[in-house]
């Protein structure tokens, strides 16, 4: 049976080295509007992106934190993925709201070929404050909202063996009841 989604992430591999080509602005775009399919708690669309393609602020950025900052250098983009918590009653599912939809970004990077990876903010230090607080500051981005991570995008400078399905634990999957018969 084909598998296009599996075959997708069985490529989809971390990359933190990438080759100083420019990816076209209508790639980029595409990739966002991947994500603002991502869904949503309660369908409030709270989740919201900074797009930044200026190799000295991608710098900055990464200045904002700490440990693990460096590794968005080189990308030729980055996307802030921040979610509006101000809000109570939006704020609840901040957190898997935003890991969707970067997600979705990892997921449409590869799609185009283009190497990703996740670089964590929330809960991360930067040089005087939290490294939320710092890009925030940063980018201008008012109060209100929370950085949960970064996805540095860009033409893959590395090379990874992707998984096969002999890599995926199978026993890793529960069953309750009656088991799928799998098909040949």
Same mark, same amino acid.
């Given at each position: 049976?084909? *598998?296009? =989604?599996?075959? =997708?992430?069985?490529?989809?591999?971390?990359?933190? &080295?990438?080759?100083? #080509?420019?990816?076209?602005?209508?790639?980029? $775009?595409e990739i966002m509007k991947v994500a603002l399919t991502a869904p949503t708690s309660f369908g409030h669309k709270a989740v919201e992106f900074v797009v930044v +393609?200026? @190799?000295d602020t991608i710098r900055n950025i990464g200045v904002c934190k700490s440990f693990g900052g460096s590794q968005i250098n080189g990308a030729d983009t980055v996307v802030v993925t921040m979610v509006k918590t @101000?809000?109570?009653? %939006?704020? $609840?599912?901040?957190?898997e709201d935003g890991a969707i939809a970067s997600t979705y970004i990892l997921l449409a990077a590869? %799609?185009?070929? /283009?190497? @990703?990876c996740w670089?964590?903010? +929330? *809960?991360?230090?930067?040089? %005087?404050? #939290?490294?939320?607080e710092?890009? +925030?500051e940063l980018l201008g981005?008012?109060?209100?909202? #929370?950085? =949960?991570n970064l996805i540095a995008i860009g033409e893959k400078g590395e090379i990874k063996t992707p998984? #096969?399905?002999?890599? /995926?634990?199978?026993? =890793?999957?529960?069953?309750?009841?009656? &088991?799928? %018969?799998r098909s040949n």
């Open positions: 049976m084909e *598998n296009k =989604l599996l075959e =997708l992430t069985l490529r989809r591999r971390s990359v933190r &080295r990438y080759k100083n #080509t420019k990816i076209d602005d209508n790639i980029i $775009e +393609r200026d @190799a @101000a809000n109570q009653n %939006q704020s $609840e599912f901040w957190i590869e %799609q185009y070929g /283009l190497g @990703a670089v964590h903010i +929330r *809960n991360r230090m930067g040089i %005087q404050k #939290t490294s939320d710092e890009i +925030r981005v008012p109060s209100g909202y #929370t950085v =949960l998984y #096969t399905e002999n890599d /995926l634990d199978m026993s =890793l999957v529960h069953y309750f009841g009656v &088991r799928p %018969q």
